[in-house]
């Protein structure tokens, strides 16, 4: 799998836009793009995915750029219940998925 | 909505016992997991299992590990003889297909403490 690169800690004011990017330069063609965060010790928590276009849920947006080899995972309006490690992951057809360290994100009042 | 559920929340055990940890996927998923993450470390692949079989393992994965599917609902892993070093939260996980756009869904986790 490819790995990823991402910012060890970011921080966020209450209700501005929380911008989490990630760097996976040596993607291939049929590697997703996938976002989770932990909250405390809690199991992972799916956020959304994509392969080239742009995808947007209740959670979160996910831009990834035309050459696939960054993405950046938008919050369009971090709360404090959205303090957690964020990963990027990318992965293929039948793997598991491959966590680093992520990004510990400090959304403050 | 659906959930993983694992059972129990919070497991103590003494080295050498041995502990089974248990896991209800959602329902339509074919494919699970289990993961685990030590205190402070990453969360760690240990296997993947579909069709009555393991997909994939990892180093971890020992000979002190194993995984059963004993009915059409839950998803176990048992490990043989607990040492110190096991002592982690374990995450089951379940997923629709193994396509690469099919999201796995994990569980809140069992804390194991060997003492």
């Known amino acids: 799998d490819a790995k990823t690169t991402q910012p060890t800690s970011m921080d966020c004011a209450e209700g501005r836009a929380a911008n989490l990017p990630c760097n996976h330069s040596?993607?291939?063609?049929?590697?997703?793009v996938y976002w989770y965060r932990q909250i405390h010790s809690q199991g992972p928590q799916y956020i959304i995915h994509?392969?080239?276009n742009n995808e947007t849920n209740e959670m979160a947006s996910l831009i990834i750029t035309e050459d696939r080899k960054s993405s950046t995972l938008i919050l369009p309006h971090a709360t404090l219940r959205d303090t957690a490690v964020y990963y990027c992951?990318?992965?293929?057809?039948?793997?598991?998925?491959?966590f680093g360290a992520g990004t510990i994100l400090r959304v403050k009042s | 909505e659906p959930e993983v559920t694992q059972t129990p929340s919070h497991q103590v055990t003494q080295m050498g016992q041995e502990v089974i940890l248990r896991c209800v996927p959602i329902?339509?998923?074919?494919?699970f997991y289990w993961y685990r993450q030590i205190l402070g470390q990453k969360v760690e692949f240990l296997v993947s299992?579909?069709?009555?079989?393991?997909?994939?393992k990892s180093e971890i994965f020992d000979d002190q590990f194993s995984v059963e599917r004993p009915d059409g609902s839950n998803f176990t892993l048992k490990i043989r003889s607990t040492k110190l070093e096991d002592s982690a939260m374990y995450f089951c996980?379940?997923?629709?297909?193994?396509?690469?756009?099919?999201?796995?869904?994990f569980g809140q986790g069992t804390r194991l403490t060997v003492v």
């Open positions: 329902s339509n998923h074919l494919y």
């Open positions: 994509g392969l080239k």
């Open positions: 992951i990318v992965r293929q057809y039948g793997n598991k998925l491959v």
């Open positions: 299992f579909y069709n009555n079989e393991i997909s994939e």
């Open positions: 996980a379940s997923s629709g297909s193994a396509l690469a756009n099919s999201e796995a869904f």
């Open positions: 040596t993607i291939s063609g049929n590697e997703y």
